[in-house]
């Protein structure tokens, strides 16, 4: 079992980073659940998500301990800082320290940090995770072929 808790701001992208790594678990036959959690501002405000990934069933997706925490935003930090233990693995988006060491444009940090997180929790297989990101954003790849590029460079970039 792994236990994520990705967060940052309303409007970074962390509901949909979780919904991608439910959806890419689920093409490997694995068990995922996240819950999504947020204040009444649907952009600004702290938003968090939960997810569990195991290969039995997952019978509540909220938990005491992370496994991985990603904050993309600084302001997150204190909803989030009883979840961390010895063990917990860091990861701190490109938007938390103000885009300098990141060489995407701040529409695909997320997706920067959605490949750190799986790298970094060899959650699922990376062929999984590109498919998850098409079908999530099918329509908007359809749209613009470039943007589905960018975003498979942005998740292959920590590889």
């Known amino acids: 079992m792994i236990k994520i808790l990705i967060a940052g701001e309303g409007g970074q992208g962390i509901q949909v980073m979780a919904e991608i790594l439910a959806r890419a678990a689920f093409l490997e036959g694995k ?3 996240y819950i999504p959690n947020f204040g009444v501002e649907q952009r600004g405000g702290v938003s968090l998500a939960f997810v569990v990934i ?3 069933p997952v019978v509540y997706p909220k ?3 992370a496994d991985i925490l990603a904050v993309l935003a600084d302001r997150s930090w204190e909803r989030v800082k009883d979840y961390l ?3 917990t693995k860091v990861i701190k988006g490109p938007a938390f320290e103000g885009g300098e060491k990141s060489n995407f444009p701040s529409k695909v940090w997320n997706i920067v940090v959605l490949g750190k997180i799986n790298k970094i929790g060899k959650v699922v297989l990376q062929e999984n995770l590109i498919k998850a990101l098409e079908n999530r954003f099918a329509k908007q790849f359809e ?3 470039e943007l589905r590029e960018l975003d498979v460079k942005a998740l292959k970039t920590n590889e």
Request: net charge positive; glycine share 0%.
């Open 85 to 87: 233990d010895q063990q």
């Open 31 to 33: 068990k995922a659940s």
């Open 63 to 65: 938990f005491a301990k």
């Open 54 to 56: 195991d290969d039995n």
């Open 143 to 145: 749209k613009k072929p």
